[in-house]
């Protein structure tokens, strides 16, 4: 049962370069998210998807892009890394509303240099 | 807006014992959903337990129940018991208004000793 596969795991990365994280599920969900995780911040959402084909922006979205073109792969592109986007971001899925838990990957640990 | 407060940074518990971690949230909405999620020093997210807003009763899972007071805006998760696999930090979350994502709270870190 793989649930929700994020790449890379781990991943050091020079500033000004591109990147992108994948993420893919495989529970049929229509609703995926991004989070990216601070110390002494918690998780703070940067992009959405309701349902394949839209997306939507989140708290803190600036610097990061995304795509949906099927249900279960929602990538995230960061165009020119900068060091504040230093991070460990996390995929999540779930059904929409406000009874549905949501389902994590296991993230990925981003370094920027 | 939603927002979470999670006011304790670090709890310390013995082993066997119980511990309350405090959630408070803020919100205009009517509907809404509150969760807890664990993460361990391994990192994954792990989910505890939900509650509804409308539910009269108070969420249990095993060892997990929140403590729901609505007119007081307050969730808090209680753990009986703690063991030491528990220690880990524990998130509180809570539907957005348009009911499309999580907000989290900062997190607090519980650390069972025995």
């Known amino acids: 049962i793989a649930g929700i596969t994020q790449a890379p795991t781990s991943q050091i990365l020079a500033a000004g370069r591109r990147m992108t994280l994948r993420c893919t599920q495989d529970?049929?969900?229509?609703?995926m998210y991004w989070y990216r995780q601070d110390l002494g911040l918690g998780l703070r959402l940067i992009h959405y998807?309701?349902?394949?084909?839209?997306?939507g922006k989140g708290e803190v979205p600036d610097g990061y892009s995304v795509s949906r073109a099927n249900t279960d792969d929602f990538p995230l592109t960061l165009a020119s890394a900068v060091p504040s986007q230093t991070s460990v971001y996390f995929c999540a899925s779930g059904e929409s509303g406000d009874t549905g838990e949501l389902f994590f990957g296991e993230g990925s640990r981003l370094t920027v240099l | 807006a939603q927002k979470i407060t999670q006011t304790q940074p670090g709890m310390f518990v013995q082993e066997k014992e119980a511990v309350t971690l405090d959630c408070t949230y803020d919100t205009s909405d009517q509907s809404y959903g509150l969760f807890w999620y664990k993460q361990p020093s391994s990192g994954e997210m792990i989910f505890l337990i939900y509650?509804?807003?409308?539910?009269?009763q108070n969420a249990t899972e095993g060892r997990y129940s929140l403590n729901f007071q609505k007119a007081r805006k307050s969730a808090n998760l209680v753990i009986s018991a703690s063991q030491l696999g528990d220690s880990a930090m524990y998130f509180c979350a809570m539907t957005d208004q348009a009911g499309t994502a999580l907000i989290f709270g900062k997190g607090t870190t519980l650390s069972v000793s025995s």
């Open positions: 529970m049929r969900h229509n609703a």
């Open positions: 509650q509804g807003s409308y539910d009269e």
């Open positions: 998807s309701n349902t394949a084909g839209t997306t």
